[in-house]
């Protein structure tokens, strides 16, 4: 026999556990990827942009991989990450170990990926309301 469901406004209770509407903002997750684009909610971008939930999406200068250098984080890291997601475009490329440090130093976490893990992991840490920033490079 199934548990019954009880609704009450925006929560449900299935026997004894609470369920709740997810309250995400889904209009600034990232809804596709590919070479050369990336969509954020029904918004297509084929330029590298800077992410944060609940803010528009800010377009990046951003150099190839290889070339990054911190003041390159400047735009993500006045955002007051707890989590800076660096999407290297269709490779990983790691950035110079003191771009690491430096940041490390913040106290900010670093994650480089591919910009296609980075797009997922972003959307995984906004669900779980964390404090993330994403700079995308799209190529």
Excluded at 90 to 103: C, G, H, K, M
Aim: charged share 20%; net charge negative; hydrophobic share 45%.
């Amino acid at each position: 026999m199934d548990a019954p469901l009880v609704t009450v406004g925006k929560n449900a209770m299935v026997g004894q556990m609470r369920l709740s509407l997810d309250q995400t903002i889904r209009s600034h997750l990232i809804t596709a990827w590919a070479p050369g684009e990336l969509r954020v909610g029904d918004r297509s971008y084929e330029q590298s942009i800077v992410l944060k939930a609940g803010a528009e999406p800010h377009p990046w200068s951003a150099p190839r991989p290889s070339d990054l250098v911190l003041e390159d984080l400047s735009l993500a890291l006045d955002l007051a990450p707890e989590i800076l997601l660096l999407g290297t475009g269709q490779n990983l490329v790691f950035p110079d170990s003191a771009i690491y440090a430096r940041i490390l130093g913040l106290g900010i976490g670093i994650e480089v990926m591919d910009s296609g893990a980075a797009c997922r992991t972003y959307n995984i840490l906004v669900a779980e309301d964390r404090a993330v920033v994403a700079a995308l490079i799209v190529e």
